[in-house]
């Protein structure tokens, strides 16, 4: 097996997130929001993408990187000879005041492990999407950084000089380098970075503990966990699918996304695992997000938005190099403009839980109502609309069955909103919207195949009908839902358990790699309808499929094993997730569907 090309961490606060690869450099860092410019951008382009590492004096050294246990701390280790020194990298989080404090900082600690390295600091941000490089300015205990428009600063006890000139320096005692944005440090360095990173291995300690897993993989779940946390920006509650740019699905395909929005189908996803481990503020936030988007058009939702539900993102190209010379580089996302009805379903089935879970009180789902009944009308009039399906197809239209499945899932949730609420017109119509949506998919239906196809008319097989199986369509037959899996499994399935989205030819042209939460849905359903053992064996194949950090990307090439797409993606962990649930479920109780 090739690899894995993604050699890099991460750090988050719920602000920003940061990728740090084993060689310490900073390849990936936008500020002050997630979809921001980058001030560090390596991954996309070596040259134009700016710098910030701590290197021995020798391109011969060794590196290890390890997640410092339940949190998202990052710890770097780096040996050359007899000599060794450790950086430790976080995102301040920690509760503050009666609120969280999570400022636009990193914290490097460098310290000494063994004997007496010699290390050169680098750091060299870049702005205006790596056309221009930040002038450093010289302070007393700082350098500042800046352009016209960005202002950054690095705080250290270090020798400034060193860092200024580029010079190899011994480190005898512990540095620290606070990169901040904005308003800078203004604190005592030593005490301050010290303090700041006891109080945040205390807060990701305590949201662990609070977590409730079953004992299948419980170290994959909770790395999945972390992972997830970070990607929900706190401000306004709204959450990334990836916080990477134009990272290609393969090599040479063109498939360069800009993954740093909020789509309502991945928030969905996202949010039901949060739901199953017991968190529940990532969905009151969240709520506080989908109540402020705007309905510009025909009062539909969009697929995506930005993070604070802006609707107009466009999409534009990049002259940068790209990851490993792919390209287009693209920032923006033209998918917005995509009709995709499967999201008021998931819109529906996100919010149920403020209603079915009596944790929640009365105040805090009262002004839902309006926004249910919304949902259902979307449901009714798109009901027989061709879209562009998850897939998000840009020169195809068709009645996606797995729209149909939200459409149905959605309503499902409207029935159970509708009787707790005691709204017997919300009822009624729910009721006969989810036996609409059943009659679409059963159109779906190819007798021949036992199977549903990816759309009405349409003969391809697509993965995302694997839900079916998972979402209960099929309720309690065994039979005919094993009878769809076989069809899927003829047609999608790769080794190792890994799995296509679809086969056929697309508007850029036919998928070369396979599709990690596909596979991960794989899995679900093979312990759905009592293929337990496999189910086990293929969970545990496919978690190979990480990098060094248990990270996992969008795509996975069958032939070499590498990691493909923006990473780490949200669809896969979320995926990872639900099925280790799903199998811990089964083995808790074995006669769980």
């Not at 200024?164 to 904005?182: A, N």
């Not at 509708?418 to 036996?435: D, G, I, P």
Request: proline letters at 4%; hydrophobic letters at 35%.
């Amino acid at each position: 097996m090739e690899k894995h090309l993604y050699d890099s961490g991460l750090i988050g606060n719920c602000s920003f997130i940061a990728h740090i690869q084993k060689n310490t450099n900073i390849s990936w860092l936008c500020m002050p929001r997630f979809d921001s410019d980058f001030l560090f951008g390596g991954i996309l382009d070596k040259e134009k993408g700016g710098e910030f590492t701590i290197l021995p004096g020798t391109e011969n050294f060794k590196s290890t990187q390890t997640y410092r246990e339940n949190t998202n701390i990052l710890e770097t280790v780096i040996k050359t000879g007899d000599e060794a020194y450790k950086v430790t990298d976080f995102a301040p989080r920690f509760k503050n005041f009666d609120r969280y404090y999570r400022p636009l900082m990193i914290i490097r600690k460098i310290e000494p492990v063994k004997g007496y390295p010699k290390i050169t600091i680098k750091c060299q941000p870049v702005g205006e999407r790596g056309t221009v490089k930040l002038k450093g300015t010289q302070g007393s205990n700082h350098i500042q950084y800046r352009s016209y428009d960005q202002e950054v600063r690095l705080t250290t006890n270090a020798p400034l000089s060193f860092i200024v000139e580029e010079k190899s320096f011994v480190l005898q005692r512990p540095i620290y380098l606070v990169f901040t944005y904005g308003r800078p440090l203004e604190a005592p360095i030593e005490m301050t970075a010290e303090q700041f990173l006891n109080s945040t291995t205390e807060y990701w300690h305590s949201w662990v503990k609070s977590t409730s897993i079953y004992n299948f993989h419980q170290r994959l779940v909770l790395r999945s966990a972390l992972i997830l946390k970070i990607h929900q920006y706190e401000d306004t509650g709204a959450i990334i699918a990836a916080s990477t740019s134009s990272l290609p699905e393969a090599p040479g395909s063109t498939r360069n996304w800009d993954y740093r929005y909020c789509w309502i189908r991945d928030s969905y996803y996202t949010l039901t695992c949060f739901n199953s481990i017991g968190h529940f503020e990532e969905l009151e936030k969240y709520f506080e997000y989908i109540q402020n988007l705007p309905t510009v058009q025909d009062n539909r939702y969009q697929p995506l938005y930005s993070i604070t539900g802006d609707w107009f993102l466009t999409e534009e190209i990049s002259p940068l190099e790209g990851y490993l010379g792919n390209k287009p580089v693209r920032f923006g996302n033209l998918a917005y403009t995509h009709v995709q009805n499967d999201l008021y379903g998931q819109v529906l089935v996100s919010l149920l839980p403020l209603y079915s879970d009596h944790r929640f009180t009365a105040k805090e789902k009262s002004y839902s109502e309006p926004m249910i009944m919304n949902l259902l009308n979307k449901i009714e009039h798109t009901m027989h609309e061709k879209d562009a399906g998850l897939w998000e197809f840009r020169n195809l239209a068709q009645q996606h069955c797995y729209t149909f499945l939200f459409h149905w899932a959605g309503a499902s949730a409207a029935m159970k909103i509708a009787n707790r609420l005691k709204n017997q017109e919300m009822y009624a119509k729910a009721v006969e919207l989810k036996a609409e949506a059943a009659r679409k998919i059963e159109e779906c239906y190819i007798p021949e195949r036992q199977a549903y196809a990816q759309a009405i008319g349409s003969i391809y097989m697509d993965a995302s009908t694997l839900q079916l199986i998972t979402m209960g369509y099929f309720g309690n037959d065994i039979e005919r839902a094993n009878n769809h899996l076989k069809a899927l499994e003829g047609e999608l399935l790769a080794k190792d358990y890994l799995f296509y989205r679809y086969k056929h030819q697309d508007d850029f042209g036919t998928p070369e790699t396979t599709f990690l939460i596909c596979a991960f849905w794989y899995i679900e359903a093979l312990a759905c309808v009592n293929r337990l053992d496999e189910a086990i064996e293929g969970f545990e194949t496919l978690t190979k499929y990480c990098n060094h950090l248990q990270l996992f990307s969008e795509d996975v090439d069958q032939k070499t094993g590498s990691q493909w797409g923006n990473f780490p993606q949200a669809y896969s962990h979320v995926g990872l997730m639900n099925a280790a649930f799903r199998i811990g479920r089964k083995l808790d109780r074995p006669n769980f569907l």
